[in-house]
């Protein structure tokens, strides 16, 4: 009996260290399929890869090189998103989901979605400006 009580404990321990460890892992991840070599996508997954780590919206960046990168190397909801986008080497693609739910929030092309995170961004930073600095900043460009 005192081993199935220690048993018991000791899942219901691991379970709650798996829970907090998922908790630790971002909330979203952005799968990005690019050509490395293409100025735009390279300054956009390096951009992005910056985003992440500054961000509070907690997202990871996933990046699949398509001269390393096969489709089927992409998880599966991705591949089929991404499928008639992969093969033109000037067109980028983003996926941005919730790992644990796999929910997509936003798919489309690298520009679209950096858009929309640029917006959501936008939203989601405060400044520390007051009206003087405005009026300082309005004189300057005049």
């Known amino acids: 009996m005192r081993v199935i009580v220690i048993?018991?404990?000791?899942?219901?321990?691991?379970?709650?260290?798996?829970?907090a460890g998922n908790e630790l892992l971002a909330s979203k991840q952005l799968i990005y399929v690019f050509s490395s070599g293409v100025e735009e996508h390279d300054f956009r997954a390096g951009n992005w890869s910056r985003l992440a780590e500054v961000s509070e919206l907690e997202f990871a960046v996933l990046l699949f090189d398509r001269g390393k990168t096969e489709l089927v190397d992409l998880p599966e909801f991705a591949a089929e998103l991404a499928s008639p986008y992969f093969f033109d080497k000037s067109t980028d693609y983003a996926v941005l989901f919730n790992p644990i739910n796999g929910?997509?929030?936003?798919?489309?092309?690298g520009e679209e979605v950096e858009e929309i995170l640029n917006a959501?961004?936008?939203g989601s930073l405060t400044t520390d400006v007051d009206e003087s600095t405005w009026g300082k900043i309005k004189e300057l460009f005049q």
Do not use: K, T, W
């Open 103 to 109: 929910q997509v929030s936003i798919a489309g092309r």
């Open 120 to 122: 959501r961004m936008a």
């Open 7 to 19: 048993f018991c404990s000791l899942f219901g321990l691991f379970s709650e260290l798996l829970a």
